[in-house]
């Protein structure tokens, strides 16, 4: 996105093209090896294509600076379609492909032939910016960057990493921005009392300016000796005379400091508030400098772009969330402080890794970039789908996405940021899973470890999990619903020991099999790991330890009876362990049980059913390194080392 719309020439390298089309380069330089005609040859060549759709009302009388780019005849249709097309040049392929070696691309000739690629792209690559029909991608019309930059203006604020760097004078960020927002005052287009101040400044540095000729240059003539006093002949009487002349630009960059108020008279130096602060500050900075730049240009851009990488960096989670909430707002603000009135149409980019912003963003705010591996390419080639919320859940009803929403909302959106997922029904299980998952690591050394892979843990009660498969559907996450039996005596009836039950009230347990209806606990006991997963889910719920033993009706109930010696469970039958298991499970309070074994006593062993489900999220993991962008990489070391020599 910067570089399509940033100012300034657009140039890519070999490593900015995707590493799954490295082998169309190869097929274009194979068919122009065989003398096949520009026709054949380009449409083989990658290119990088960045497609913008700006909405607009076609009631409206005139379109401004998006009117070149309406090249449709639908008096319907209100999207304008913008394709920027990084590509070869018109002309270019004879150039691109000269002198090239023939013959087959084994490993060291396609090495050579990258090495080669990297060198010629720039220069043989060029931006075209067309209009395309939304209806009719054929039909386009070519435009120039300055038509683009008409119609789009954009802003970038990077990811503050050298906010506490105190050891260069680069810690002193917050005045470098002024510098731009006195560049901005000063242009001719600039709002009145932007000027006013502009111009007011510009008074005071040449006032100071004229002291600085008139008398500051006549004392520091007095610290130069004169040429004739060393003895050099021929010099014709030249002297040397001093200049002192003062830049305003860089009195606010390099010599202005900012300072916040301290207390006796003693004001704190800007390196000395909290980076947060620091942070926050400067993005508000820079919104203010976009907004008048805006107001600056000589025509009005139809929209400014705003991305903000990151804010998250040093912002604690309230004001992280605060920010975010406030955006919109700031900008209605600064739009409402103009003479005018006038409207800023601005739209703001946010990349984020931060589940607090997410929460405050809202589902139909978040674009959700999903790595996944390319159907048919080579094993270890990666791609990134954006995936839009405001779709992914069309098919949830409006109850269950309001839950949803409320639930990530009032919790976190970790969902949005993991790998997997594991949901489970209440504290105990959130609390002791880890244990959990560390003993069965210590245990099992050469199986998969779920220790070193992104992984959140949900904690949303058993009526409740079902709901959130659509979502982990649409994020395409692994995941683990760990759940309990809830065994009951019939359906609506009172819960009761499994042995003594015949139904489950487990609504998750209802949906996850709800082709068996009614559900049966002896079906439930029934079902094989298989029956457990769907696709890239599963569920977990109690199980025998042992073939015909005892099964626990709840977490606690399973966690008894898989250290039976320990707890000391009365009763010689299965039945009646059960019983002596889910008596004295209620006995102790969630919390205090679930605190107890995850810190104070670690000697006992997890429930099989909760070990089984580990086990299987375990598998899975994400596809190892790319092996064409590693052949990218390659290319490019052994360049440097030619360059080196």
Same mark, same amino acid.
């Given at each position: 996105?910067?570089?399509?719309?940033?100012?300034?020439?657009?140039?890519?390298?070999?490593?900015?093209?995707?590493?799954?089309?490295?082998?169309?380069?190869?097929?274009?330089?194979?068919?122009?090896?065989?003398?096949?005609?520009?026709?054949?040859?380009?449409?083989?060549?990658?290119?990088?294509?960045?497609?913008?759709?700006?909405?607009?009302?076609?009631?409206?009388?005139?379109?401004?600076?998006?009117?070149?780019?309406?090249?449709?005849? =639908? @008096?319907?249709?209100? #999207?304008?379609?913008? /394709? &920027?097309?990084?590509?070869?040049?018109?002309?270019?392929? !004879? +150039?691109? *492909?000269?002198?090239?070696?023939?013959?087959?691309?084994?490993?060291?000739?396609?090495?050579?032939?990258?090495?080669?690629?990297?060198?010629?792209?720039?220069?043989?690559?060029?931006?075209?910016?067309?209009?395309? =029909? @939304?209806?009719?991608? #054929?039909?386009?019309? /070519? &435009?120039?960057?300055?038509?683009?930059?008409?119609?789009? !203006? +954009?802003? *970038?604020?990077?990811?503050?990493?050298?906010?506490?760097?105190?050891?260069?004078?680069?810690?002193?960020?917050?005045?470098?921005?002024?510098?731009?927002?006195?560049?901005?005052?000063?242009?001719?287009?600039?709002?009145?009392?932007?000027?006013?101040?502009?111009?007011? /400044?510009?008074?005071?540095?040449?006032?100071?300016?004229?002291?600085?000729?008139?008398?500051?240059?006549?004392?520091?003539?007095?610290?130069?000796?004169?040429?004739?006093?060393?003895?050099?002949?021929?010099?014709?009487?030249?002297?040397?005379?001093?200049?002192?002349?003062?830049?305003?630009?860089?009195?606010?960059?390099?010599?202005?400091?900012?300072?916040?108020?301290?207390?006796?008279?003693?004001?704190?130096?800007?390196?000395?508030?909290?980076?947060?602060?620091?942070?926050?500050?400067?993005?508000?900075?820079?919104?203010?400098?976009?907004?008048?730049?805006?107001?600056?240009?000589?025509?009005?851009?139809?929209?400014?772009?705003?991305?903000?990488?990151?804010?998250?960096?040093?912002?604690?989670?309230?004001?992280?969330?605060?920010?975010?909430?406030?955006?919109?707002?700031?900008?209605?603000?600064?739009?409402?402080?103009?003479?005018?009135?006038?409207?800023?149409?601005?739209?703001?980019?946010?990349?984020?890794?931060?589940?607090?912003?997410?929460?405050?963003?809202?589902?139909?705010?978040?674009?959700?970039?999903?790595?996944?591996?390319?159907?048919?390419?080579?094993?270890?080639?990666?791609?990134?789908?954006?995936?839009?919320?405001?779709?992914?859940?069309?098919?949830?009803?409006?109850?269950?996405?309001?839950?949803?929403?409320?639930?990530?909302?009032?919790?976190?959106?970790?969902?949005?940021?993991?790998?997997?997922?594991?949901?489970?029904?209440?504290?105990?299980?959130?609390?002791?899973?880890?244990?959990?998952?560390?003993?069965?690591?210590?245990?099992?050394?050469?199986?998969?470890?779920?220790?070193?892979?992104?992984?959140?843990?949900?904690?949303?009660?058993?009526?409740?999990?079902?709901?959130?498969?659509?979502?982990?559907?649409?994020?395409?996450?692994?995941?683990?619903?760990?759940?309990?039996?809830?065994?009951?005596?019939?359906?609506?009836?009172?819960?009761?020991?499994?042995?003594?039950?015949?139904?489950?009230?487990?609504?998750?347990?209802?949906?996850?099999?709800?082709?068996?209806?009614?559900?049966?606990?002896?079906?439930?006991?029934?079902?094989?790991?298989?029956?457990?997963?769907?696709?890239?889910?599963?569920?977990?719920?109690?199980?025998?330890?042992?073939?015909?033993?005892?099964?626990?009706?709840?977490?606690?109930?399973?966690?008894?009876?898989?250290?039976?010696?320990?707890?000391?469970?009365?009763?010689?039958?299965?039945?009646?362990?059960?019983?002596?298991?889910?008596?004295?499970?209620?006995?102790?309070?969630?919390?205090?049980?679930?605190?107890?074994?995850?810190?104070?006593?670690?000697?006992?062993?997890?429930?099989?059913?909760?070990?089984?489900?580990?086990?299987?999220?375990?598998?899975?993991?994400?596809?190892?390194?790319?092996?064409?962008?590693?052949?990218?990489?390659?290319?490019?070391?052994?360049?440097?080392?030619?360059?080196?020599?």
């Amino acid at each position: 996105m910067r570089r399509f719309l940033d100012e300034g020439p657009t140039t890519f390298q070999l490593e900015d093209f995707s590493s799954s089309c490295y082998d169309n380069f190869c097929e274009a330089r194979n068919a122009f090896m065989e003398g096949k005609d520009e026709a054949t040859i380009r449409p083989l060549l990658p290119a990088i294509e960045l497609n913008l759709v700006c909405r607009y009302d076609p009631a409206q009388l005139e379109l401004g600076p998006l009117a070149p780019f309406v090249v449709d005849l =639908d @008096p319907t249709c209100a #999207d304008a379609s913008i /394709l &920027l097309r990084y590509e070869l040049k018109d002309g270019a392929i !004879k +150039t691109f *492909f000269d002198a090239l070696a023939s013959g087959d691309l084994d490993a060291e000739a396609r090495l050579t032939f990258f090495r080669t690629l990297r060198e010629r792209i720039p220069s043989c690559y060029a931006l075209k910016t067309l209009a395309q =029909d @939304p209806n009719d991608p #054929d039909n386009q019309r /070519l &435009l120039t960057a300055a038509a683009l930059r008409n119609l789009v !203006k +954009t802003g *970038f604020i990077n990811a503050q990493r050298g906010l506490d760097d105190v050891t260069t004078r680069e810690s002193d960020v917050l005045a470098k921005v002024l510098e731009g927002l006195f560049t901005t005052a000063a242009s001719p287009t600039a709002d009145t009392a932007d000027r006013l101040i502009a111009e007011a /400044l510009t008074t005071a540095v040449n006032d100071i300016q004229n002291q600085i000729d008139t008398n500051f240059s006549d004392q520091l003539k007095g610290l130069m000796p004169t040429l004739q006093s060393f003895g050099y002949p021929g010099l014709g009487g030249q002297e040397i005379r001093t200049e002192t002349t003062l830049n305003i630009k860089s009195l606010l960059s390099n010599f202005t400091k900012v300072r916040y108020a301290g207390y006796g008279g003693v004001p704190l130096p800007e390196s000395y508030n909290g980076l947060g602060v620091r942070n926050l500050i400067f993005i508000l900075l820079q919104l203010v400098g976009f907004y008048r730049a805006f107001r600056a240009e000589t025509v009005s851009p139809g929209m400014h772009m705003i991305f903000i990488e990151e804010p998250e960096a040093h912002l604690h989670p309230q004001m992280q969330e605060v920010f975010i909430r406030q955006l919109d707002k700031i900008a209605q603000q600064l739009a409402h402080s103009a003479d005018d009135g006038g409207v800023w149409p601005v739209q703001f980019v946010v990349s984020t890794h931060s589940s607090h912003i997410a929460n405050a963003s809202g589902f139909e705010s978040i674009r959700y970039f999903l790595g996944t591996d390319v159907p048919g390419a080579n094993s270890g080639i990666r791609q990134a789908r954006i995936k839009d919320l405001r779709q992914g859940l069309t098919g949830t009803s409006a109850s269950d996405r309001k839950f949803l929403h409320q639930y990530l909302t009032l919790t976190r959106c970790d969902l949005f940021f993991a790998d997997k997922a594991i949901l489970v029904e209440g504290l105990s299980e959130r609390l002791l899973l880890p244990v959990m998952i560390e003993k069965l690591e210590a245990a099992d050394a050469t199986s998969p470890k779920l220790s070193t892979q992104y992984v959140t843990v949900l904690e949303v009660g058993g009526a409740y999990a079902h709901l959130f498969l659509p979502l982990l559907d649409f994020l395409e996450l692994r995941s683990l619903i760990i759940t309990d039996l809830d065994s009951v005596t019939v359906a609506g009836g009172t819960a009761c020991a499994v042995h003594e039950g015949s139904t489950t009230s487990n609504a998750c347990l209802k949906a996850w099999f709800s082709d068996d209806a009614p559900l049966a606990l002896t079906a439930l006991s029934a079902k094989l790991d298989t029956d457990k997963a769907k696709g890239r889910h599963r569920i977990a719920y109690q199980c025998p330890e042992a073939v015909n033993g005892p099964c626990g009706r709840t977490f606690e109930d399973a966690f008894i009876l898989a250290n039976a010696t320990q707890f000391g469970l009365a009763g010689p039958t299965p039945q009646e362990q059960e019983l002596s298991a889910r008596q004295l499970a209620g006995s102790f309070k969630k919390s205090e049980f679930a605190l107890k074994y995850a810190i104070e006593e670690r000697n006992w062993n997890a429930p099989k059913y909760i070990l089984d489900g580990v086990r299987w999220l375990a598998g899975g993991n994400p596809a190892g390194p790319d092996p064409a962008l590693a052949l990218a990489i390659a290319a490019i070391a052994s360049s440097d080392e030619q360059q080196n020599a």
